[in-house]
């Protein structure tokens, strides 16, 4: 099995990948930290995607940030920001999208293809009881979108293929250690252990979904 991360060197990402390796998969690993990808910017993500050969099995966008520069969470609409709204669009929507489209050539279109992005449960709209966080919560529901819109389509070619969005839950990071307050979190190798299951129990008739750690679905 051979498994692509995008995000690798994040907590995460870096335990995707080594839960894979634990499972006996060949994992390439790619981050901005290390291997310089800016997946912010298309040329980047053409460039450095560009470059390898064959085909991956799984593929995990694990990139994505609550906090950029000097913007944290809104807590108002009077906090809003155009700057932080294109930062995290660029980061948490456009990103996995372009992943998307220069990764869909690395997907087989025989056996069965997976391809996950980390989303958030507060990006989902039906389940928005406490409002606030608009920036994060608009560009993850966007991502959301782009995974669904990416499944219908690329499923007309991989029939196989499950093309999902992932919400991981909490978990203990640098991400989210200043906003964790009274949230039990887990560790990122658990986290790691969770979402490979669900991936694992999911069949191609759930591609294009949402789902949390657990397997649940999440409203969208």
């Known amino acids: 099995?051979?498994?692509?991360?995008?995000?690798?060197?994040?907590?995460?990402?870096?335990?995707?990948?080594t839960e894979a390796e634990a499972r006996g998969a060949e994992v390439t690993r790619l981050s901005r930290r290390i291997d310089g990808l800016d997946v912010t910017s298309e040329a980047s993500v053409a460039d450095h995607l560009g470059r390898l050969k064959g085909a991956f099995d799984a593929i995990w966008v694990a990139t994505g940030a609550l906090e950029i520069g000097a913007h944290g969470p809104e807590k108002a609409l009077r906090d809003l920001s155009p700057d932080a709204l294109a930062q995290q669009f660029a980061l948490n929507a456009t990103g996995p999208a372009l992943v998307l489209k220069h990764a869909?050539?690395?997907?087989?279109?025989?056996?069965?293809?997976?391809?996950?992005a980390l989303s958030a449960r507060v990006g989902s709209i039906g389940d928005n009881r406490a409002g606030g966080w608009y920036a994060y919560r608009a560009s993850k529901a966007a991502l959301n979108q782009i995974?669904?819109?990416?499944?219908i389509e690329l499923g007309r070619t991989h029939r196989d293929l499950i093309c999902v969005a992932l919400h991981p839950?909490?978990?203990?990071?640098?991400?989210?250690?200043?906003?964790?307050?009274r949230h039990p979190a887990v560790p990122p190798?658990?986290?790691?252990?969770?979402?490979?299951?669900?991936?694992?129990?999911?069949?191609?008739?759930?591609?294009?979904g949402f789902y949390d750690w657990a397997g649940k679905e999440v409203a969208w």
């Open 147 to 151: 995974v669904r819109c990416a499944a």
């Open 169 to 181: 839950g909490t978990v203990a990071t640098p991400f989210t250690e200043k906003y964790l307050g």
């Open 104 to 116: 869909a050539h690395l997907l087989p279109r025989r056996g069965r293809p997976t391809f996950a």
């Open 189 to 208: 190798q658990e986290a790691a252990q969770n979402l490979w299951s669900v991936l694992d129990g999911l069949t191609p008739a759930q591609t294009g």
């Open 1 to 17: 099995m051979r498994v692509l991360i995008i995000g690798a060197s994040g907590g995460i990402g870096a335990a995707l990948a």
